[in-house]
């Protein structure tokens, strides 16, 4: 079983994982070149779960044991190196090796998030989103690529939203904020430190939170009123988020998507009010 095969299987299966085996599945993708050198009593420790927990979950995922899984990650996870080589293959490039297997990553990113994504889920996103009076979206590096897509899009909707990637301004922000209006956080991770803190205040001024990310049991998605998990399959010796960018967007657009199903017949003419000025430029 390959390892992106692997981390895929615990991806798709997560919603019919017990609460405690989701935080193993949630451990395992976020730490998984560190396992094979964990015992079961580390391991057990660490991820905060008992024994008979992780054997139920070894056994999910089709392996008999903590230490036939534990071994198979220490013979297929890839190191950094590994994501710049690629196997020869008659006729082709190296260039067209690679950039292939991305492009086959990125294919399969939007495959797995079609198939894990949870529509009531989108449904309750969808409507807060829509009933919310402002809306403000926080993440950093690529994850703020997503709020400022997210934020052109529901501004083109006439949907009051502003997006961050720095602490203090979006705390400024949510200090003006209340019940009726929105906090939006992704994170591949959920555990990213910026992230967690503008979580946490929005808490503390009572605004909700919807939060975007791969692993719904981190600090960040434990915070939120709905998660959306995002399919993560770039977890282990890299982290370029090539393929993880992508699914990301992919939820995005789900969720604008399920967002103008609420909106009716007003969609259209909100699309034509800031499309046509546009295209007389």
Known sequence: MATLSLIEQIRR??????????????????????ISR????????AVGVSEP???????????RGFKEFKISLAEQTPTFQDYFVAAPSEGKS?????????????????ETTLHMLDYARLDEAAQLVAR?????????????????????????LGISAWASNEFHDAVVQLARFRA????????????????????KQGQQFGVPLLAITAFPSSPVGRLARVVLPTYAPEITGNRLGMATRIAQFAVADALYMAITCYMGDNVS????????PLMRR
């Open 13 to 34: 299966q997560y919603p019919m994982f017990s609460k405690s085996e989701r935080l193993v599945a949630d451990y395992v993708c976020d730490h998984l070149p560190q």
């Open 38 to 45: 964990m015992s079961i009593r580390e391991f057990k420790q």
């Open 53 to 63: 927990t992780i054997f139920r979950f070894c056994q999910a995922i089709g392996f």
């Open 94 to 110: 190296t260039v067209q090796n690679l950039v292939e297997r991305l492009l086959l990553t990125e294919r399969d990113a939007i």
């Open 132 to 156: 919310a009076q402002r809306i403000c979206l926080f993440g950093v590096s690529t994850s703020f690529d997503i709020c400022r897509d997210v934020q052109r899009r529901l501004s083109r």
């Open 180 to 199: 009726e209006d929105l906090l939006i956080c992704v994170s591949q991770s959920g555990a990213t430190n910026e992230v967690l803190d503008v979580a």
């Open 269 to 276: 003419a909100l699309m034509e009010s800031t499309i046509v």
